[in-house]
């Protein structure tokens, strides 16, 4: 049998230059694909220490042997970059065809280094590449940016993009496709450093499926298990927006910078809400079932005519009560604004709500408000709407807001009231009523994120229920969380429906076995996805990062929440940390042990 | 040889229903195509006394035998329909591919009438048609409507579509095509009422040429002609913002609500201005090589990322000098707006600056500026954005002001600063230096309007200047400007070439010839412009105009501009009116004489 075979392509922007290299099937049994493959070819390319907006970080993409294939939902491509907001490693996904049009372009991941003298697009076609000039999308917004471009390289590319929030250097910057998103960290303001203004991809190469009837039979057996599920029907129909209710009901839902665990209007913004007033149709990645991304439309008042996708729930969560902004259609225009700049959602929220907060206890100086026209007091909608166009133009207070919450608030002189772990903002779930969460958030490897890690038996209740205020066996749960989603995220397969169906990591074994002909147990995955974890921490060790920044605000610790379900609950970090290291196989500064490092076979990374 | 043949689609939108008919060979002859041939079917379609926004008001789109052909420029799609603006007849125009795309779905003119009991699209593909579900577009914007829609129907579909704003009946909606707009008077308003959200065009008919060696001899002609002017070089790069300067050096460049003719930042809104500093791309319309469509980005400040078409001349002024605004960011963004809610920019822009001059009188009542938040004064650009908003999703005052400057100043008590021609807003050139403007504006069928014969003569001095001053020979000039301008309306060719090169009736009469094998002499092009025009007049008539409504605003008649190089002068319209009836062979009540009509051959279109 012919052996799978994986290409990258390596562009130098210095050089302008681009090179084809062929990636050897052990890398791929060994970590898959898309997030752990991207994690692994990064780290071999950077020293830990450079600065995030210098030439000599890179930015990979990388998709997995699995995406675009005709098995349900294999739709994510990574971005594995160093992170100009935290200082961490930086993974961070996209759904829609940005993948699959990479892969059929001719290439399963590119790693581009260097900077462009002038502002450049890579267009990749069917095996071959070129820079192309760029400089008549400058300044543009996404969406104009993507419309545009098609009207040049044809509609069939597949275009990731950034925004003027990027050009600016607005540290949390995304990167945009279609409409969906390369959230969290700054991986925009990494291709806006790079004076790379987008990637086209486009072509008709045939993917590769070594074992075709296993293949079959494999995916099969998913979409049967697709089709047997209930809560995945109701997932189609509200998406994540369908967990505000959970969320409230366990009050942790972050309200005026998580201040309180309870919104007092949480059923005008749940999923009922949207889908029934705003909702106006369903979009969906490619080959995915689900369609859980729904385009809602303002019909009425100040923002009409505003059409986003979505919004998921973290950025109802951010723009709405973090910033104690009660109005879906403002949230909805809030949403759109960020991603025409170019701005993940939740950081600008988290930033704003700091604001706000500080505001409110009287502690801004007037020259630090100078420039903003509307009061910037919780519930505000139009101050909201406000600061976002200034810290995506960097305008007045816009300027050092945009550098993230964690540098604002410490030149503001507020330190404590910065809702952050590692620098990254933190997102929807309050962890006092979710400790497993807390914990989540403190080791995730690029800062304050659920992603890394949502512990749904915590804030869902599913699949089985956990006392959520207990730190008990949480160490354990946590560990294997991650691991699971570090395999998801390393076959770019969605999430979301393993969450909501009965597919299991045993069908993801078969399906990578059948698709690359290499053998694949069930616990060859769980290595892969330790294995792939551990390597994002060594390089934040490289990268200087201790256990003393596997912390979480101050807040979660020592401030009790005042009412609702969650009330009179802090989160007890450091039993939960033990716990951690210790099912991690990690010493007491939260290092990889020597065994562990074998066991897993990255030792050589390490520097003992 | 065959003869050649039009199609033309009847959609009943209150049956659902649809059905071909073929156009009589003899209305080609008389009526052309487009603007004619729409008129001429319009006006049997319709009792001109029937509310513009019942249901018993048709809208036509009608595309001429060159439209989509490859010879340049033919590129027009003509829409006609009752204003429900101004109560007048009201054709309209877009440039792109619309057009075309019609003419390729199979039919060269659509005629809709009735009204859908839910918001429909009706597509239009290879021959045959379907209305189709369309409230997941129900209040988008237009640039997300065209976008979404052709996730759905397909990339290769041409789409004209509303906005919002036309979804809640302001009466200068627009019905917007890619970047190109249906403007003034009102058609998307229209479309609005009759729940068609948009039209939706594809298909591949080979569009018939009956003599193609002499087609092709007429089209190398055309070219050649095109290639040898360096005036269209310049248009080419400058598009229509290119004569800012030249209506500013005469003193007609409207300033404050008309209350100026020079504009003191002329040079920071011109077209040097926007090409160095703005201009990142060019676009063009079906098969022409002009390109004179700029493609505008924002790319620092407050409306960073803002993209446009445009702007073009009448946007720039309207949206600048007219409301006192000098900032070419804000005017950009203000064009961006109004095309993504839909709204005509020079209506909206006029309007506006009424407000303006009626608030800086000190006249307006506090209850009447209820909502507005930024003071309405001449200059304050973001009050300009805000009242845009409030138009466009008609709160507050925008409730009143969506109805057009006339309603709106008469009731607010100030019918005297409201500048317009039979209830439509009057556009970029002061008519005090450029008399026969002044005319065109008051005999314009649509009402104030100056693409219905714009007098390059006095505006430019091309392609002979004339004394601007003078009303000697004005009757005569406009006559044959507004002829000439039917002519080319009727043909679906852009007027810009004609401007600017050598271009000549004679060579558009040979090209319809060898197109549709119709013997046709450069006469019976002018009788035809002359036919069509005096038909839009006896419909005017018979909905009530008379020669009482042939006029302009009294501040162009009674007060001479106070400085500038058109200090001291007003218009001296009987003079003009008297002239101009004479040479149309039209009575001193305007209305055509009986001759005039058998000349013409409509004579059963009047009421004698």
């Known amino acids: 049998m012919e052996s799978f075979r994986m290409k990258m392509l390596e562009v130098d922007l210095n050089e302008g230059r681009a090179e084809e290299k062929s990636i050897s099937p052990d890398l791929i049994r060994k970590f898959l694909g898309g997030r752990g493959l991207g994690v692994r070819l990064f ?239 369903k979009e969906t990645c490619f080959g995915c079932p689900v369609a859980c991304s729904s385009i809602s439309v303002v019909e009425k008042g100040r923002y009409s005519g505003t059409v986003t996708k979505g919004p998921e729930y973290e950025s109802i969560i951010m723009l709405g009560p973090v910033c104690g902004v009660k109005e879906m259609d403002a949230i909805i225009a809030a949403n759109q604004k960020c991603a025409e700049l170019g701005m993940d959602t939740i950081s600008t929220g988290n930033t704003i709500s700091f604001l706000m907060e500080a505001y409110e206890r009287g502690e801004l100086g007037e020259e630090t408000l100078e420039k903003i026209e509307r009061e910037p007091v919780f519930g505000n909608e139009r101050a909201m709407m406000e600061l976002i166009g200034l810290i995506g133009n960097r305008i007045g207070i816009g300027e050092i807001l945009g550098e993230g919450v964690k540098k604002a608030a410490e030149e503001l002189g507020f330190p404590k009231l910065a809702m952050h772990v590692k620098g990254l903002e933190l997102p929807g779930y309050d962890p006092r009523g979710a400790k497993g969460m807390g914990l989540g958030y403190a080791t995730s490897p690029r800062g304050g994120c659920h992603e890394r890690g949502l512990i749904t038996e915590e804030v869902f209740g599913k699949p089985e229920p956990v006392d959520r205020f207990s730190t008990e066996g949480k160490g354990e749960l946590v560990k294997e969380t991650q691991d699971e989603m570090t395999i998801l995220d390393s076959l770019g397969m969605c999430v979301f429906p393993l969450h909501n169906s009965k597919v299991s990591i045993s069908d993801l074994a078969k399906l990578f076995e059948a698709t690359t002909g290499l053998e694949t147990e069930v616990s060859d995955l769980w290595l892969a996805g330790e294995r792939a974890w551990n390597l994002e921490r060594i390089f934040n060790i490289k990268a200087g990062f201790t256990s003393e920044h596997d912390v979480i605000p101050s807040r979660f610790l020592k401030e009790p929440l005042q009412k609702g379900p969650s009330e009179g609950s802090t989160v007890e970090l450091d039993k939960l940390l033990k716990d951690y290291y210790r099912e991690r196989g990690w010493n007491d500064r939260g290092e990889p042990e020597k065994e562990k490092l074998e066991e897993l076979g990255i030792v050589a990374f390490f520097n003992f």
Chains 1, 2 share one sequence.
Do not use: W
Not at 233 to 240: A, E, P, Q
């Open 43 to 281: 780290v071999e390319s950077i020293n830990p220490n450079v600065d995030a907006l210098s030439d000599k970080n890179p930015i990979l993409f990388s998709t997995s042997p699995l995406t675009g294939l005709p098995a349900p939902s294999m739709v994510k491509c990574s971005a594995v970059t160093k992170s100009p907001l935290t200082g961490t490693i930086l993974m961070t996904l996209v759904g829609g065809y940005f993948g699959t049009g990479l892969r059929k372009a001719g290439y399963d991941v590119v790693k581009i280094t260097g900077e462009a003298g002038e502002s450049k697009i890579l267009q990749i076609k069917n095996g071959s590449s070129s820079l192309r000039e760029a400089k008549e999308y400058k300044g543009m917004s996404t969406s104009n940016t993507q419309k545009y471009m098609k009207k040049r390289f044809g509609e069939e590319v597949e275009i990731a993009c950034i925004g003027p929030a990027a050009e600016k250097g607005v540290k949390f910057s995304s990167i945009i496709h279609d409409d969906y998103v390369f959230g969290r960290g700054g991986a925009g303001t990494v291709m806006g450093s790079k004076n790379l203004k987008a990637i086209a991809v486009s072509g008709d190469r045939n993917l590769p499926i070594l074992l075709k009837e296993e293949f079959d039979v494999a995916r099969r057996n998913i979409i049967k298990k697709y089709s047997k599920s209930k809560s995945l029907d109701k997932f189609s129909k509200y998406g994540t927006a369908g967990v505000v209710n959970a969320v409230q009901e366990r009050g942790i839902l972050p309200t005026r910078n998580y201040q309180e665990g309870v919104f007092e209007c949480a059923d005008k913004i749940n999923g009922d809400y949207l889908v029934y007033n705003y909702v106006k149709d």
